[in-house]
């Protein structure tokens, strides 16, 4: 059975700092594709991050120099850290993994950030 658990969601003020982490469990990791997706009230689900196996990472225009993406594939985790945080970046993070026409997604966790 494919898991895929974030943490590292909560409250912080505008300018604060999130680590979130994703582990996941039921899959080979290191192949996958992780991502990291948001989705505010009343918005469609977006991209924000992702990590190939080979580490490449792509990111989204909006949270370019702030945002980081890593993979740890002994530990089956993807972290990524988000400084700077705005009010825009609130909303729920889900956690991804793809291969090929293969995925899964987390249950997500909120982040808010208070102006």
């Known amino acids: 059975q494919v898991q895929l658990v974030e943490s590292g969601g909560g409250l912080v003020q505008a300018g604060g700092s999130l680590r979130l982490s994703c582990a996941a469990s039921?899959?080979?990791?290191?192949?996958?594709?992780m991502g990291w997706y948001r989705q505010a009230p009343g918005k469609q689900r977006e991209l924000v991050a992702t990590?190939?196996?080979?580490?490449?990472?792509n990111y989204a225009d909006s949270v370019k120099g702030r945002f980081t993406i890593s993979r740890d594939n002994a530990k089956n985790t993807v972290l990524l850290q988000m400084t700077s945080l705005k009010p825009e970046d609130t909303g729920v993070y889900y956690c991804?993994?793809?291969?090929?026409?293969?995925?899964?997604w987390g249950q997500g966790t909120q982040v808010t950030v208070s102006s």
């Open positions: 991804k993994a793809q291969l090929t026409i293969n995925h899964y």
């Open positions: 039921g899959i080979s990791f290191g192949v996958y594709t």
């Open positions: 990590i190939t196996s080979a580490g490449n990472t």
